[in-house]
Nanobody, 124 residues
Framework: QVQLVETGGGLVQAGGSLRLSCAAS????????MGWFRQAPGKGREFVGS???????YYADSVKGRFTISRDNAKNTVYLQMNDLQPEDTALYYC??????????????????WGQGTQVTVSS
């Protein structure tokens, strides 16, 4: 069973940047797509972006052009580079392993394994 640990969250001013890391242990993730999601207070968990096992990435419209997902299979780690952060990006950010059962990368139900999340707070 794979375990995921997200790090790199914090407090940043609007316009700033953060890089989140998602380190996997217990199993190699190089053959799996990985997703990033976020959940703001009082809201549901939403898709941020995903990266396939071959490195193709997809993004929510709200972060396209500002966020970039990458992966280092040698380190069993996935990253979320976030630039030009805005107050509306404030949320708990989660990474997750895709099931591999479909090509549906935006749906929560396709991700059976999740990390505990890391908080990102953007001040105006």
């Amino acid at each position: 069973q794979v375990q995921l640990v997200e790090t790199g969250g914090g407090l940043v001013q609007a316009g700033g940047s953060l890089r989140l890391s998602c380190a996997a242990s217990g199993r190699a993730i190089n053959n799996y797509a990985m997703g990033w999601f976020r959940q703001a207070p009082g809201k549901g968990r939403e898709f941020v972006g995903s990266i396939t096992w071959v490195g193709s990435s997809y993004y929510a419209d709200s972060v396209k052009g500002r966020f970039t997902i990458s992966r280092d299979n040698a380190k069993n780690t996935v990253y979320l580079q976030m630039n030009d952060l805005q107050p509306e990006d404030t949320a708990l950010y989660y990474c997750a392993v895709h099931s591999g059962r479909s090509n549906e990368f935006t749906a929560l139900y396709e991700y059976p394994t999740w990390g505990q999340g890391t908080q990102v707070t953007v001040s105006s």
